[in-house]
């Protein structure tokens, strides 16, 4: 299970909305329907039961529900995270993508088997409309050990090839804002943000910070 957070920011980043689920129009061309691309920031979370968000527990992510939109009825593709994002990064099934992993997902065997670079994920359509791509992921799962980097300008997630590492996400968001920092204002920018830390082995702050 991959509960995901998408915001569009507008590009003075003055307010934010959810996304519309009914929109059917390419992503290319709803961005030529705009004179100034919004940005993009899509938080996905390894292994977070749905029910936890809204419910008290995450109050940030809560209030971002709340003044946005609620989508309650999206399913994954698979049961774990290389899978569902090539299924997420590019809206098809895995039987349409040709894509079946095989290998043992926890990772103890080695790293099942990567994803196509035949494949066009959402960084690489956006990137081609003039997007700043920037992936910060806690899974190697989610990134260049899995082929799902294709699109990405920068980030940990891009070019890391360890599969087994879980990046805390304190360090994660302190590296992505940090990297919003220094964009090109005049350019729109997709961020992925993927954390692992509701995904065992859990551990304590002390022992992530």
């Known amino acids: 299970m991959l ?3 998408a915001l569009a920011c507008k590009a003075d980043d003055s307010a934010h909305s ?3 689920s009914s929109a059917t129009v390419e992503v290319s061309d709803a961005i030529r329907l705009r004179t100034r691309p919004t940005n993009v920031v899509l938080i996905s979370m390894d292994a977070l039961r749905p029910d936890h968000l809204g ?6 992510i809560d209030q971002l529900i709340a003044e946005g939109v609620s989508l309650q009825r999206h399913h994954s593709c698979s049961s774990w995270t290389l899978p569902s994002f090539v299924c997420a990064l590019t809206g098809q099934d895995l039987v349409s993508t040709g894509y079946l992993p095989y290998g043992d997902p926890s990772g103890a065997g080695g790293m099942p088997e990567k994803a196509p670079d035949s494949l066009v994920l959402l960084p690489e359509l ?3 409309e003039g997007f700043h791509t920037v992936l910060w992921s806690g899974s190697g799962f989610m990134g260049a050990a ?4 294709q699109g990405f300008d920068e980030g940990d997630g891009a070019f890391d090839e360890d599969h087994t590492r879980q990046t805390p996400a304190g360090t994660l968001v302190d590296s992505a804002l940090e990297s919003l920092d220094h964009l090109d204002r005049d350019r729109p920018f997709y961020l ?3 954390l692992m830390d509701t995904h ?3 551990r304590s702050e002390e022992h992530t910070s």
């Open 3 to 5: 509960p995901c957070l």
């Open 146 to 149: 899995a082929h799902l980097d």
């Open 55 to 60: 419910a008290g527990y995450s109050p940030n």
């Open 200 to 202: 065992a082995p859990w």
């Open 192 to 194: 992925h943000l993927h």
């Open 126 to 128: 956006l990137q081609a």
């Open 18 to 20: 959810g996304l519309d």
